[in-house]
């Protein structure tokens, strides 16, 4: 075992889209994210599994590469790792090199890779059962004898359907000079430590070998029968449909305006019952204590500020759900394919679908995603518009404003205004970051724009194991945000926005005295020319951290400025009585294209090694988010014939 590590260490590698992250959780019980698309891991993954006599083993899970010439940073941390390039890492004990058992053709070419570097591999033959279903056949142990390695059968979307390779570990562990495949030959014992490498040469030697790696692979696929796939499988059919030019684009803008028509039908049950429990703490609390700085803490600072924000939680559940759907069933790098035309005319890469996507949950993952890109230019303004995807945490924003503004009807054809609005606001975003990427391309030389290559993975039914770990997972990132930064904030805010407390007489209410209200009313020199008020340019501040913040700052500083007469977590109807309706629009627009959270712009500096391009991204943000801002006050107040 290795000398670093007491541990032994089981390096997961394979093409993107293999199904390693789905192996990875069932080997480790680990929490990650799961999706049936190319790019999703950009970082290694670490975790633990427990064999069945107790000894613990370090499992990683790398980025997707296609060979160990790598084109883009997610390779590079791959092709680092398993070459022993890493000064914090040795190389791993053993290589599962995971292969996709509906596309050897492909995915053999980095297990021939791994093979000349002369350390332990064992292949898992990940999907067999979808292989099966497609008609292939998949004869795992003369796969085996072909590759002169052990071979084992797997299906990572399966309780259970890593055992075959628990087995072989544990085997492994227990006694290395036996821990070989039915039909392997001595050289491709998998046990004992990795042998030294000489790196040069395995690299060479693999650039030299393409062509020869090719002949090998087509030899091996004509051994097992497996030269060529049923003509016309299930997800070709589908794909003609899906994929046609004119019926996919149609599908596509469907099945997203279905999505966000339902986030706001079918949460509004979950969303009440939420608000009414918030509703009945704030009454008991109210009872228990007497009227004091406790009682206002309690009341008007937790419950109506992180209270106001977790009543949201039903609506980020049911659009997660539907992205873990689509992502899982295989219909999302379809819907990239459909997009490549429009993202190349806009001086995009057809690479950069994926880490958009991404954004449209988070800004951070996105940015990170974007190391799929292999042009340097390609992937920096992908970094730029990234946080311009409206962010999970731009719906309680949305929701508030639309439920509390926009009348709940429909316009036609059971069509809800307000989903409509919502569909509205999210294609704002991507028009927003397309004018953006089409600026840019003006401003810097474009370099030619390649066509997206990507493999298109069968579809398949999605996992409800899949779907449950991504929704827990998506559930604890959100309560722990609003157990955490949100509810500190919001302790924080309402100190500032009750000390110092006015003097005996003071006309107006306490908070306008306060530390909070002084500030305020200098920002609202700043903001008031596009319709906000102290209220809400107070709430912008502790937005700047996470952007729901500014529901339960709004939450807090509008239940102190009515001195406690409205119930906590009700903060709906106190915006209603207090804004105009070019308020809430031009807040709405400012939400489109506001400045992103601190860890968004960490993460740009990160990953760009410079401040420069965080600080452009902030600026043009804020002045795209000014003005639009701006434009749609003035505008509503023209065409509503307002003072």
């Not at 706001?264 to 009414?276: C, G, K």
């Not at 975003?429 to 397309?434: L, Q, Y």
Request: proline share 7%.
């Amino acid at each position: 075992m290795n000398a670093v590590a007491a541990e032994p260490l089981v390096a997961l590698v394979g093409n993107p889209n293999c199904g390693k992250t789905a192996l990875f959780n069932l080997l480790t019980g680990s929490r990650q994210k799961i999706a049936n698309y190319a790019g999703v891991t950009v970082e290694r993954k670490e975790g633990r599994l427990r064999t069945a006599s107790g000894s613990r083993v370090r499992v990683l899970d790398l980025p997707g590469a296609y060979s160990l010439r790598p084109r883009t940073p997610d390779e590079q941390i791959t092709c680092d790792f398993v070459l022993g390039r890493l000064a914090d890492e040795p190389r791993p004990d053993v290589v599962v090199a995971v292969v996709d058992a509906t596309n050897l053709r492909r995915h053999l070419r980095l297990v021939l890779a791994l093979r000349r570097l002369g350390q332990p591999v064992i292949v898992a033959l990940n999907m067999v059962d979808l292989a099966r279903r497609r008609g292939l056949p998949i004869d795992a142990p003369a796969l085996g004898r072909e590759l002169a390695l052990p071979v084992v059968e797997t299906v990572g979307v399966r309780a259970g359907g890593a055992q075959s390779l628990l087995d072989y570990l544990e085997r492994q562990h227990a006694a290395p000079e036996s821990a070989v495949a039915d039909g392997v030959d001595a050289p491709a014992r998998a046990g004992g430590r990795a042998a030294p490498l000489d790196e040069a040469a395995a690299v060479a030697a693999d650039m030299a070998s393409v062509a020869a790696d090719q002949h090998e692979v087509e030899r091996i696929l004509g051994r097992l029968g497996l030269e060529g796939v049923p003509a016309d499988t299930p997800s070709d059919r589908i794909d003609r449909f899906v994929l046609h030019p004119v019926v996919g684009p149609l599908v596509l803008s469907a099945t997203l305006f279905l999505v966000f028509q339902a986030v706001f039908a079918w949460a509004q049950p979950f969303m009440r019952a939420i608000t009414a429990l918030i509703a009945a703490l704030a009454g008991l609390i109210g009872a228990a204590l007497p009227a004091g700085l406790l009682q206002s803490l309690l009341v008007d600072g937790v419950l109506a500020g992180a209270g106001s924000v977790l009543v949201f939680l039903p609506q980020i559940v049911l659009l997660f759900a539907f992205i873990l759907v689509l992502e899982d069933s295989g219909y999302l790098p379809r819907a990239a394919f459909l997009l490549d035309r429009l993202m190349g005319s806009v001086g995009l890469s057809g690479r950069s679908f994926i880490p958009l996507l991404s954004s449209f949950a988070c800004a951070v993952p996105g940015i990170l995603a974007a190391r799929t890109i292999p042009n340097a230019r390609d992937r920096t303004v992908t970094i730029l518009i990234a946080p311009l995807m409206t962010c999970s945490a731009r719906l309680p924003v949305y929701t508030l404003l639309i439920g509390t503004f926009v009348p709940a009807r429909t316009v036609g054809f059971g069509v809800g205004l307000q989903g409509l609005v919502l569909f509205v606001l999210y294609a704002a975003g991507v028009g927003g970051a397309f004018a953006v990427a089409w600026v840019l391309k003006r401003l810097r030389r474009a370099n030619a724009i390649q066509p997206l290559q990507m493999e298109l993975p069968t579809y398949h039914v999605p996992s409800l194991r899949n779907l449950g770990i991504g929704l827990l997972q998506r559930v604890e990132v959100f309560v722990r945000r609003v157990g955490t930064i949100i509810l500190a904030l919001m302790v924080l805010l309402w100190f500032l926005s009750s000390f110092p407390a006015p003097p005996a007489g003071y006309p107006g209410p306490a908070i306008e005295y306060s530390l909070a209200g002084r500030l305020g009313s200098l920002l609202a020199y700043l903001f008031a020319p596009i319709g906000f008020n102290w209220q809400i340019s107070i709430a912008l501040v502790p937005g700047l951290a996470a952007r729901e913040v500014v529901v339960g700052a709004l939450g807090t500083v509008y239940a102190l400025s009515a001195a406690g007469s409205d119930v906590a977590g009700q903060v709906a109807p106190l915006i209603a009585r207090a804004w105009t309706l070019p308020t809430a629009f031009a807040l709405l627009a400012w939400y489109v294209f506001a400045p992103q959270c601190l860890s968004t712009l960490v993460a740009a500096r990160r990953e760009t090694n410079s401040w420069r391009y965080p600080a452009i991204m902030a600026g043009y943000q804020f002045a795209l988010a000014y003005l639009a801002a701006g434009l749609t006050y003035h505008a509503s107040r023209w065409l509503l014939a307002l003072p």
